[in-house]
């Protein structure tokens, strides 16, 4: 116990992908713990597919012929907001520019800034709506933001809206600042109602509503287009999914300008390196090659829930995004069975995660599901 710690910390857990068995967790040592290589990484919801060869040797070829090691990278990041802003026009059909833009270390980074802008110094709380990202409510812990949270219904997993509402406009101390949602929501990848955005469209001007569109190119849809007339808006958006890019670590938020040039002042200078600046820039050049692969992607999560439909145990979700929610049927004694199940996997080499009251597993390649889809039926069999 260190005493120069802050008290409140002693509570915060660090965001950990295995809490079930993070002291065997290992990829490379596979003798230790039963795990057979090579493992099939369906856990964190990444694109299953690197790079193209091409875009990896132009990478190369850019790393080792215009970005100079020794000088701090483009402090203003100009060129990478100027091809944001023409994506999210692109897409949205609505006119955004550099400075609707705010670019970070992954929207992790922008999560920690939005709550720095808004809840710190005692100003603010949050609320989420469970089961939801879990980063929304760890990041707040360790910035001492109280985290209110409602639930979602166990049927579809919408928000219970009069319960939002409630905790809304009841007195809490702090006052809550900002509301989080998923669009589509992780880990149960439902997509926001027509219901839901409707109610976020009363939310009041002093609240911050977050939308994180994590998986806009898997959902195709988005709520872009609304900016404009909602100022107390702001959207969220990754290169760590769809675009592939999760080792580079970058995310960017589209906002009215007041709320981006605050996030520009909470901001640590040169929060993107050099090298990560040049392959979200090369991404963006090359999108329609990167993104055919979300086309095949959706087939695949098709594929996957027709075939563990037929598992009459599994009770299994819609899906917007690269990512399918599973649960048992019968709930008796559910939490020892699904830690039964995600062990067995592991053993058998697939990693997925057990989260949000059931299972999550990413969409990765057709050998990749067809091994996901073999070893659920092996592992079911041990607790049904
Ligand atoms: C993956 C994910 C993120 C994190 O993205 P990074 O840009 O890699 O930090 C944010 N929000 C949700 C809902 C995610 O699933």
Redesign the pocket.
């Known amino acids: 116990m260190l005493e120069f710690i802050r008290s409140d910390l002693a509570q915060v857990t660090s965001y950990s992908v295995h809490p079930a068995d993070s002291s065997t967790d290992s990829s490379t040592d596979s003798s230790t713990d039963g795990l057979i290589a090579p493992i099939d990484r369906l856990d964190?919801?990444e694109n299953p597919y690197d790079l193209p060869k091409e875009l990896k040797e132009k990478l190369a070829w850019m790393w080792q012929q215009t970005i100079a090691s020794n000088r701090y990278p483009d402090a203003g990041y100009l060129d990478l907001k100027r091809a944001i802003a023409a994506y999210v026009t692109d897409t949205s059909k609505t006119c955004f520019s550099t400075a609707n833009i705010s670019v970070?270390?992954?929207?992790?980074?922008l999560?920690r800034s939005l709550l720095i802008a808004t809840c710190l110094n005692g100003e603010g709380s949050i609320l989420v709506a469970t089961p939801?990202?879990s980063?929304y409510g760890i990041l707040a812990q360790t910035l001492g933001i109280p985290v209110v949270t409602v639930t979602r219904s166990l049927d579809t997993y919408e928000m219970d809206l009069p319960a939002t509402q409630t905790a809304l406009t009841q007195t809490q101390h702090p006052p809550i600042r900002v509301i989080f949602v998923?669009h589509p929501?992780?880990p149960t990848g439902n997509a926001l109602t027509e219901a839901e955005i409707s109610w976020l469209k009363t939310v009041p001007q002093h609240v911050l509503v977050v939308i994180?569109e994590?998986?806009f190119e898997f959902s195709r849809t988005t709520l872009a287009h609304q900016l404009p007339q909602y100022s107390n808006w702001v959207v969220?958006r990754?290169?760590?999914?769809a675009f592939r890019l999760?080792a580079h670590?970058?995310?960017y938020a589209i906002a009215n300008p007041e709320l981006i040039t605050t996030l520009e002042k909470v901001r640590l200078p040169y929060n993107l390196p050099s090298f990560t600046i040049a392959a979200a820039q090369v991404a963006l050049a090359n999108r329609p090659a990167l993104l055919t692969i979300v086309d095949r992607l959706l087939k695949e999560r098709h594929h996957l829930i027709e075939e563990l439909s037929k598992h009459q145990d599994l009770h299994l979700f819609k899906s917007d995004a690269n990512f399918i929610h599973l649960r048992l049927q019968n709930s008796s004694n559910a939490e020892l069975k699904y830690e039964t199940i995600y062990r067995s996997l592991k053993q058998q080499g697939t990693l997925i995660r057990y989260t949000g009251g059931g299972l999550r597993v990413t969409v990765g390649t057709p050998e990749e599901n067809q091994r996901t889809i073999h070893h659920l039926k092996h592992a079911l069999a041990k607790v049904v």
Do not use: Q
């Open positions: 964190a919801n970070g270390n992954g929207s992790d980074e999560i939801t990202f980063m998923v929501n992780s994180d994590a998986y969220l990754t290169f760590s999914k999760a670590r970058v995310g």
